[in-house]
């Protein structure tokens, strides 16, 4: 992409703070991207490139912190649809801002341990949350019943027939295979069940085979972030509440709310994984 002289002149240079989600794609070469979508608090751009994360959301403080964001401290630029940007050398250029990543965070904190007991204390309470975009799609009582099992066979079927399942931006199947993906991992690593990890590892690889020509170009994004243990803050909230590092109710309120239903799709997986995990570990 050529950028004119007079447009460089003009940029304002500002710095952000970054996953480290999307480290290799903004410490890559320069890449060109185009903007996917635009919103008040937050701009998606879909870079060419086969590395994962292929979309990066450029977000204000308001925004969910998605795990591929980068966080602006500074009002977004006017944008629109299709136009284009560049991103590479820890820089990217987006309209008239460019903006250079000088901070990091950790989308995949580890948990600690966690031992069985809490494990079924929590599962004895987490129900199925309202208002998920599947509730009682057979897929998903397949998802939940296999992985509760160990059954590698089951669980894949059910993840073929979800992944891309649902409208929006996120289809509700993904979501709901997102937050499993991330609840297996940090609970099966903080539980000492390699089963959990094991059933995690596969999984990863069903849903990020082919999932860019399957589902939307940022949930696909999402789903590979999930397959390494990578969220946004809410699930991670969950998860530590899970694990007894914090209040569980108001990190699930907080959840909740994300999203028309991709907070609870996202809590149902969260809720699979807790069950599994429990199951997988020997608990009753």
């Given at each position: 992409m050529t950028v004119s002289t007079h447009a460089r002149r003009t940029r304002a240079h500002v710095t952000g703070a970054a996953s480290t989600a999307v480290r290799p794609v903004l410490e890559g070469q320069r890449r060109p991207a185009r903007v996917l979508a635009t919103f008040a608090e937050g701009v998606y751009l879909e870079v060419r490139t086969d590395v994962e994360p292929a979309v990066i959301a450029v977000i204000t403080g308001e925004a969910t912190r998605l795990p591929n964001s980068v966080l602006l401290a500074t009002p977004l630029p006017h944008v629109t649809v299709g136009d284009e940007a560049s991103v590479g050398d820890r820089v990217i250029d987006l309209g008239p801002l460019s903006l250079g990543v000088r901070r990091w965070w950790d989308p995949s904190p580890p948990l600690g341990r966690v031992d069985r007991d809490r494990l079924a204390q929590v599962a004895a309470v987490l129900?199925?949350?309202?208002?998920?975009?599947l509730a009682g799609d057979g897929a998903v009582e397949l998802l939940a019943d296999s992985c509760a099992k160990g059954w590698l066979l089951g669980v894949v079927t059910a993840a073929e027939r979800l992944v891309?399942?649902?409208?929006g931006l996120t289809p509700s199947g993904d979501d709901v295979l997102a937050g499993l993906l991330v609840a297996l991992r940090h609970l099966g690593a903080a539980a000492g069940t390699r089963r959990a990890v094991w059933l995690a590892d596969w999984l990863a690889a069903t849903v990020t085979y082919d999932a860019r020509t399957r589902t939307t170009p940022i949930s696909a994004t999402l789903l590979?972030?999930?397959?390494?243990?990578?969220?946004s803050p809410e699930v991670i909230a969950v998860l530590r509440g899970v694990a007894g590092r914090q209040a569980l109710e108001p990190a699930l309120r907080r959840l909740h709310r994300l999203g028309h239903t991709?907070?609870?799709?996202l809590?149902?997986?969260?809720t699979i994984g807790v069950r599994a995990v429990l199951s997988l570990s020997g608990g009753r």
């Open positions: 129900g199925d949350p309202p208002g998920a975009g891309g399942l649902g409208p590979h972030c999930a397959a390494k243990g990578e969220a991709s907070g609870a799709d809590a149902q997986g969260v």
